[in-house]
């Protein structure tokens, strides 16, 4: 069988045993209903196989990788579910009754954007250990006021406890990624009540420019006040990546 890599898929595979041996035992899996995004060839999805979930539902976009995810089903057919579809469009609510694990490699393409949506669902998850390139790991978990904090790493620490494992060198992937990746823990854990929206709507134009001050950034919102942004306990001058979570919130709360 010749399988024609799609960069625009971000077919990279782990091929490293140890590796993957290593991802799908951070954690006593046994019972468990887990699902996998993205399995390519199945070299993850056998290795969670041996852990003996309860069930895997794996979801691959590739329909071209059927005959491999074909024979792996065929040595576990009340075990392994095959979705082929795109994961952006799966219903995870629909999946299973009980709470899920996900496990993943994830395409780099699509890590972030899909693992916020999947914290919008977080009741269903009992946590995901995922692989995503380095620098999407450093912003995940990056606090206030260091280089990597940015929308993302306030969207996710206000959902969920992040945990990193160990970093994986581009050698062990084929083809051979430029970059380095890492795996990561998201546990779901709800801290504050809050609106998804408006805070998400004021992450983006507080972060529009880092290097202005929240005050200017916030300048174009329609109920914008700069006393507002002080009765917040804010200081107006400070910059974006200097204002913790939970002040965002508060931003979000009085200004949209
Ligand atoms: N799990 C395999 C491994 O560890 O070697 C492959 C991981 S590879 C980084 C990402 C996989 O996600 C590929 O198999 C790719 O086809 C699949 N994929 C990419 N975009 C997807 C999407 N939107 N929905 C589902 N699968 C997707």
Redesign the pocket.
Known sequence: MIFKF?KS???????DTET?KKIASLKNIENQVIV??????????KMILKQNPKKLIV????KT?QPYLIKIKNNHPKTLEIIF????SIDFNKLDNNKLILL???????ASKLILNLLKNSKIFRYLIV?VQKEVAERFSAKVSSKAYSRISILAQLQSDIKKYFDVSPEK?FPKPNVTSSVIEIIPAKKYDFDYQKLDQILKVSFRQRRKTIKNNLKNLKKFSEKEIINCGVDPNLRPQNIKPEDYIKLSDALI
């Open positions: 799609k898929l971000g077919q990279h595979f782990l091929k993957l996998e995004i993205g399995p390519g060839k199945g070299a993850l999805t979801v691959e976009k590739d990788l579809d795109d994961v952006l993943a490699n994830l395409p780099y393409n699509i692989m992937f």
